[in-house]
């Protein structure tokens, strides 16, 4: 039986996914006090922080209000498999959340559909809750036809307790953001093919300018945030304009 998670009465959600940066402890140390400092005064956002696994055990016991997750899992929970990370692993550490199937994960290490499902189903299993990436709603259907046929009926139940994140390819990254009306649209569409319950977030050159018309103007439940989470004071102003969503 997969764990469901409750997502009702959901704050708004605020995940900084940091990638593969900063390049030493004491920066990310740096960098975590100062988000930390800066938001500790928001109740009504939860934050979330993914460092890079070699920094979840240093920072997660810095712990305030901040959530930590981690960036990708692997989908057997221990055994031989080198070099992976297994979704008890991180829930041993207090880790909630576990991106999966980010775009830069697909490209550089050739993650597929079949791989991202059997991920979200391991991470839902042991209680983590999985932010699924997606770009199109073309992905959705890929997954769902990446598992075998009985499984198919269970599929919208697996996604029970997982989170999207729209993240259209052309902005990540690239500082070009997706236009507020056409996130919103994707975001009506992703809804309509899972369920209606299903919380989304935005994620794609988000910045303090743009970052609360996604939330208030496109509905999502929040944002997915790269580059910016790497500049404490831009994040963490990003924060308190949704916060005022
Ligand atoms: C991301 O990589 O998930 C992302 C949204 O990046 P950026 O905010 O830098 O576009």
Redesign the pocket.
């Known amino acids: 039986m997969l764990r469901i998670c409750e997502f009702t009465n959901m704050k708004k959600l605020i995940v900084a996914?940091w990638?593969c940066n900063p390049t030493t402890l004491k920066e990310a140390k740096l960098l975590f006090n100062s988000v930390k400092n800066g938001v500790k005064n928001i109740k009504n956002v939860e934050v979330v922080i993914c460092p890079p696994f070699i920094y979840l055990s240093n920072i997660q016991h810095l712990k305030s209000d901040i959530q930590f997750g981690a960036q990708d899992c692997f989908w057997e929970q221990n055994g031989a498999f080198t070099g992976e990370i297994s979704p008890s692993m991180l829930k041993d550490l207090g880790v909630d959340y576990v991106i999966i199937g980010?775009s830069?994960r697909r490209k550089y290490q050739q993650e597929k559909d079949s791989m991202i499902n059997k991920k979200i189903k391991a991470a839902l299993k042991i209680g983590l809750k999985p932010i699924l990436?997606i770009d199109k709603t073309s992905q959705i259907r890929k997954l769902q036809r990446s598992v075998k046929m009985n499984e198919v009926h269970r599929l919208k139940k697996d996604f029970w307790g997982a989170i999207i994140?729209y993240?259209p390819l052309f902005?990540?990254?690239?500082g070009k953001p997706c236009s507020v009306d056409k996130a919103k649209k994707m975001r009506i569409a992703i809804k309509k093919k899972l369920n209606k319950n299903i919380p989304i977030l935005y994620?794609?050159?988000?910045d303090s300018q743009n970052a609360r018309d996604y939330v208030k103007k496109a509905g999502f439940q929040g944002l997915?945030?790269?580059?910016?989470s790497l500049n404490a004071q831009e994040f963490i102003k990003i924060v308190k304009n949704v916060a005022k969503a």
């Not at 902005?171 to 690239?174: F, H, N």
């Not at 997915?224 to 910016?228: D, H, K, N, Q």
């Open positions: 996914n990638k980010h830069e990436c994140a993240e902005a990540i990254g690239t994620g794609g050159s988000v997915l945030v790269g580059g910016a």
